[in-house]
């Protein structure tokens, strides 16, 4: 997918609040989904419980605006960019929210719910750093 305005790719990392449970990742995640939409952002988020790692991509302003506020979501903390690029190019295949919770005892069945396995399938669509990335968080 092309588009004439820049478009940014972010992946930060962070550590889960002592408090935040499956429940409340999903409750967000859905709120997520169609804000996403609604910005023509994309994302993925995947936890292992302790961490979440998620990549951000739409337009700059759009990216940046959407991570001011995850910055200071008391659902998280330690919130670190790890990798930025900004191009002309998208490499999300959709617009939304993809979820892959590692550790998941629930049974999420839902479009954008990813198993650990179907992630790391997805994982293979992005070349470079992106992937590089994921794949790590995904081995
Ligand atoms: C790990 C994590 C990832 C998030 N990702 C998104 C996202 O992709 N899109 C989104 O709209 N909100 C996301 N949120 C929620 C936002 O931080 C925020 O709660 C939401 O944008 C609502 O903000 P508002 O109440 O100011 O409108 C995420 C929160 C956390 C903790």
Do not use: W
């Not at 659902?75 to 790890?82: L, P, Q, S, W």
């Not at 617009?95 to 629930?106: A, I």
């Amino acid at each position: 997918m092309h588009s004439a305005t820049p478009v940014k790719q972010l992946i930060y990392r962070s550590c889960l609040s002592e408090d935040t449970s499956e429940a409340d990742i999903y409750r967000m995640i859905r709120h997520a989904q169609k804000y996403n939409i609604q910005h023509e952002l994309s994302g993925f988020l995947i936890s292992d419980s302790k961490n979440f790692v998620q990549l951000i991509e739409g337009a700059v302003d759009q990216v940046n605006r959407l991570f001011d506020k995850i910055k200071i979501d008391q659902r998280h903390h330690h919130v670190e960019v790890e990798y930025y690029d900004i191009g002309l190019s998208r490499i999300m295949p959709f617009l939304g929210m993809g979820l892959c919770l590692l550790n998941c005892k629930v049974d999420f069945q839902e479009d954008f719910y990813f198993t650990r396995l179907q992630a790391r399938e997805f994982s293979s669509l992005f070349d470079g750093k992106v992937g590089n990335y994921f794949r790590g968080y995904l081995a």
